[in-house]
């Protein structure tokens, strides 16, 4: 319970920093006789990769996933699988200018205030390349998923910064880097990344994930409710810093004579509970929403502190995303198929 | 792991139905030597008590709790602490009419789908009632913060459907039924309360809640992340369905040179973070803001269906509140000093 | 994580203490739908009771219990049970004298090390008395066994003190109060017994618990073996020192090709393993082995200190158990129940 | 909760199997601060080594160990600190003949049970090889044991197969490759040994494990006691069918006036306890006991059946230990100190 595992049952524990040796993760309770290559995480660890384009970082990581164990014969055994992730492209002497400096609205603050140690490569453990192994373990999640339950796991981005972008069809979210359901659009986000990085800033986001054909059921209450262990998932994601379901934020502002889905006997007749009512699983899709700050390096010079608390103007070189959500879809994928698997798990043991 | 616990060394195991004999709780983890007493918690309880005004439910319930162990000679002895409180103003006999229907937003139509045994009084498990329990354990952790470290949690309403509620004094908070924070708009909350009865509907609200005087330091990155765990407890509140932290949804259209707090040698500029950065707090207020559902229990009819799934017309009579929100604000409290007494003494075993 | 409860997916919370006004536990995880009533509870309850013959502590307690939760029109509804013991023959005054004073062998003097607080009402949370929750939840555990999977699970002494109890028929537990297999040798433990009781004496003892019916396939290697667990929940019991699975540390002076048991097509053809291969279930009977150390709490006067760490000489008068595994049987029987219906629910949830 | 990670805040996840590519762990909640190398763990590996004289497996391991994260310059940093161990002498053609056997007394039988699926190569996860990352981790403990509270865990061997071995020295113990506390009986042991590998046989041993320098007040009754902890993790070790503390299964006979340890001003005047008192330690020595089996790979041709049910003798040739307790001292300290340091972590969070 030290905090880098997450789930019960379907639990991932995950371990690495972005400029160490390597990250990886140990994916336990997977059921057995699943079939399971390496090529069936590679696929997802390439669409979270640094460097597919120019609006993310230029890192360069092949970020080849070795599996260390729980495979024999192409099936997992329901024994734990090991995943191996070796960083290839740290540049630690970028960094060695912040050693002693506190960025902005970074994590190197809280991480030197709680261990009194700072490992200041590339940000350490509070990097992003830390949800590698995340997209790992969730690539073996979303494949159970649809394997056992037709389960369908698919995000996009919805607003980049002050841009909305309309649902246009899930077609056309694998053809950008944004991950856009809106080909027309592209140019438009195209041209604000341009202007932003030559400004040396960074930008918010907005990302929508869901999930189709989840049985109802699933999900604990009181306290584990299946939205709750969502949103423990998607807030722990590197710059998340608001999680809702279905309408979510707009509920506020709604009558329940509105709000409250009505039934028929072909079903629902609207989703805005997102799919989830008491916290258990409604038979709907699932709909989830982030938002993503600004990443907080940036190359525009900031006020700050130094270790020893003097005033110290902070400029952020070296290697990163200007708008981290750009990579987030598919991580935001990779959470909701763990937490989701998990709770089949649950709800299998309990009530199976 | 089955979900009616909240919390990994500050542990908090809620049972009871709406309308069974008793609901409660049972602390494991709270450090000896705590002075502690029924009134310590009773005062918290009277806050989010039904009955209390015209725009609650009027369900009449002392919600007297008796401290069945743990305490001895006036102080928490380290070992469980059970609480326990009888429901006396059970009446099942207003909801037999339902008992075969599910309203539309209602978790009796998933918690049927999950366990197939449904508990129709007064939605069981599933109604607002459990949240007494958690105010109780609340009311254990919100003084061992402030005796420990000085942490002070407060919280109020923000919106209330569609009326934004300016924050004009802590002072207005207790003076008003609404955790309203000011008190010239409270004659136009009440208005559109005594409308919204007349109509027999009911609204969602947004509540904000804060923790003044949290040290830097808490927080278990990466999963358990202090803000992540904040989201679960949040989002597992009844009726809940969006979480944010500092600036929340508004970082999408942010930059980052606006987003960063910086800081100076007095401290930070600014808590666009909302007090955690990277998962860990920062030393700043933490601030939290919740998106509340309007109740699904409504006099409106509405289109459903039965356990036969034939088309039927709901219509929910009975004693509901028709904003949940109103009493939210005590249990946001509660849950946030849950969530950060688990961290402070996590951060206790790992870092001291 | 603090100790108090027992079991991943059937999770069983204790709390009280031996003269608080309760003692309960809250089960959460149990399946829906088990028929379920405080009778199928009180039976085991009162195979455990205090007071039902002389060899055993007088204080007298219905024990009855009150299920607060969980439980509608007969059935389990999936969510937590509560269940409620009060204390009814608490005499505090009985305890007054050695409030300042440590019992030699006695948990007081390392509860006071722990928590720097110490309830001496009977032993306070260290009491014996606390294995009544856990025996009212293994009631609920062994009939879920029984009915799911047809597993049977009993136990009986097999030593009091020098005496061996040689195994002569299951029929003549139940009919002695030391759950001896073994009508003949009774009025000579009876004889023994009351000597002790005329010295002022407590003696040690064994058991043997067993569960005959458990599929093969229950357990999770590496760790949480089921010997690991089964281990852990009976080391967690008053007063035992050590625990052993089938023929346990006889194996010592045995060689491999003594000690693996052969298969044949009609099964096992021994049972050296005591049901468990590998951390796993084999199907064969689960055999456990208990030793259960003497009463601490004594008439006989023995050198010990007080708080100041002054030499006094102890002794305990009140009423206590002079052989405390008497009671043990059924105790154990419950603790088998609970690990056995987790690792099944575990099993289900991971291998269904 | 999936049976590989052992500790609740001090937390070891095992992975790997005998003939895979690697085996290893992660440590979660390590406090940051601690010197740390890989040659503070490969002194400890080494000690469990295979291939070390002639009495154990004959597979040439090297057990290297790789630490790939949680430190930074040669300090822990609190996150989890990845151990990657490559396996590099597996012969997996040495065990093709027993996929579709099984051998009397070993795993193979329960994990085909169970999971439906066999990895035969070498025990897959079921061998004795999977201690190894137990036993680096548990170097971690030991050292931050030692230098935060002068904890020191030793280990010998007190009874090989019929063998008594009185204690003599502790000095003798690394001198041998028994861990035999006397010199003596070396040869006598050594001769044994030499008759049993020519008859193809294997045999139990008796380890005794204890740790000097626990503080009192470390353990979680009422379910997790200090000792029902020790219990869990020695039960869960391969071959283990008995765990005791202290005088073990002797306090059986025992009056209570001769096992309860009396105290003095200059502290206890015995440990018949072994140094837990109610679950919690007392200040005093821990003392632990463990009956290990014979191995159940051996030359020797035995009754048993294969997938399809048909009788088959077997037997098993490859790389065995004979008697697996052998090596099995520095992984019973392994698993103590791992205990322990989670131990001491709970309790400075809650008492601290």
Redesign the interface.
Known sequence: ??????G????V?????SH?????A?I??????LSLSEADIQVELDRRRPGTSRHVTQRREPDTV?I???V?EG?T??????L?IRNTDARSKDYSAIADT??????????W?????R?P?GG???SAR?TAPTVAAGAVARKWLMQEYGVRIRGYMS?L??IPIPFDSWDAVPENPFYAPNAAIVPQLEAFMDQ?RHDG??????IEVQAEGVP??????????L??????????L?AV?????????????????????????DGF?GN???G????????QPLLVSL????????R?E????NRA???VMVQTLGRHDPCVAIRATPIAEALLAIVLMDHA????????
């Open positions: 319970m030290s905090g880098n595992t997450l019960t049952l379907f639990r524990t995950n371990f690495g920093e160490g040796p390597a990250i990886g140990v336990d309770g997977c059921p057995p006789g070795e260390l164990s729980g024999f099936q055994t329901g024994t734990p699988i090991g191996l506190f960025r902005p609205g970074h994590a190197d603050y809280s991480y205030k709680k261990y009194g140690i490992d490569r350490g453990r509070s830390l607003q910064g002050p932003l800033d960074s930008i918010g986001a907005r109802a059921g699933w999900g604990e209450p009181l306290y584990d409710r939205d709750a262990d969502i949103a423990h998932a998607m807030m722990g590197n810093k608001g999680v809702s379901i279905g309408s979510g934020f707009e509920c506020v502002a709604m009558r329940g004579s509105e709000h409250g889905d009505e039934l028929s006997p007749l805005h509970a997102g989830v009512l008491g916290g258990i699983s409604s038979g938002a993503v700050k600004p990443t907080s390096s940036i525009i900031r006020h700050s502190v608390n003097d005033p798990l649950r709800h299998r043991g309990q009530c199976s």
